[in-house]
């Protein structure tokens, strides 16, 4: 079945420092989505990306579709206190109406 | 507008028995998904639904189970609980006909079972 890796699981960043997160599909992808969930909280919809290549940003974030819509990444320009959480992908193969989530990654900034 | 809402938060229940969680969506949002967190596992999917209808399950034994009313409030079941059903189960519903757009997660159902 479909799988999604994120890699990595856990990062350790100071603050100001650049922090990145991966997200690997066994499968193409008809579009992936991006959560933010902080320590005791659920998850809070970051972003979505539905086109091959397709880059969005957010202030300090950017989002990646890898071309053949089968990985993404995250990007966070100097990191800061308050981008602690876990950062998670969620994937949607074609013709089917559930997302498989990465495992996501932990983010702790150290100030 | 009100979030997603879901009762009860905690819950203690004991192996064998059954337990019913309950999910009211955003006002008018019409899917509702399910998915199980864990530390080990993460967030899996149970199933999502549309309309009353289940459009798609996750790989779950039958124990596990769930319906969605016409007013989009959903439910899910778990019969016979184990104790490696102790998870938060969270619940988001989305405001399309497909399966594109936000997912407004609610702040889940911490269950435990003894």
């Known amino acids: 079945g479909q799988q999604v890796m994120q890699i990595p699981q856990y990062q350790h960043v100071q603050e100001g420092e650049d922090f990145t997160t991966y997200c690997n599909s066994s499968t193409t992808l008809s579009n992936i989505q991006w959560y933010k969930q902080r320590p005791g909280g659920h998850p809070v919809f970051l972003i979505q990306l539905v086109k091959s290549g397709e880059v969005k940003k957010q202030k300090r974030l950017t989002f990646q579709f890898g071309e053949a819509k089968k990985n993404s990444s995250l990007h966070i320009t100097a990191t800061q206190t308050t981008d602690v959480g876990t950062y998670f992908c969620?994937?949607?193969?074609?013709?089917?109406?559930?997302?498989?989530f990465g495992t996501g990654t932990r983010l702790k900034v150290l100030a | 507008k009100a979030g997603v809402t879901q009762t009860p938060r905690y819950l203690i229940k004991t192996r064998g028995q059954q337990v019913t969680l309950s999910c009211s969506p955003i006002?008018?949002?019409?899917?509702v998904s399910w998915y199980q967190q864990t530390p080990g596992q993460g967030l899996q999917f149970l199933f999502e639904?549309?309309?009353?209808?289940?459009?798609n399950k996750g790989n779950f034994p039958g124990r596990f189970s769930g319906r969605q009313f016409s007013n989009s409030r959903s439910e899910m079941n778990v019969s016979t609980l184990e104790l490696g059903d102790s998870a938060l189960y969270l619940c988001?519903?989305?405001?399309?006909?497909?399966?594109?757009?936000?997912?407004?997660f609610g702040p889940g159902t911490r269950l435990t079972v003894l």
């Open positions: 969620a994937g949607r193969a074609s013709g089917t109406y559930k997302y498989i």
């Open positions: 006002s008018g949002h019409r899917s």
């Open positions: 988001a519903s989305g405001p399309g006909t497909g399966a594109d757009g936000e997912q407004f």
């Open positions: 639904y549309f309309s009353e209808t289940q459009r």
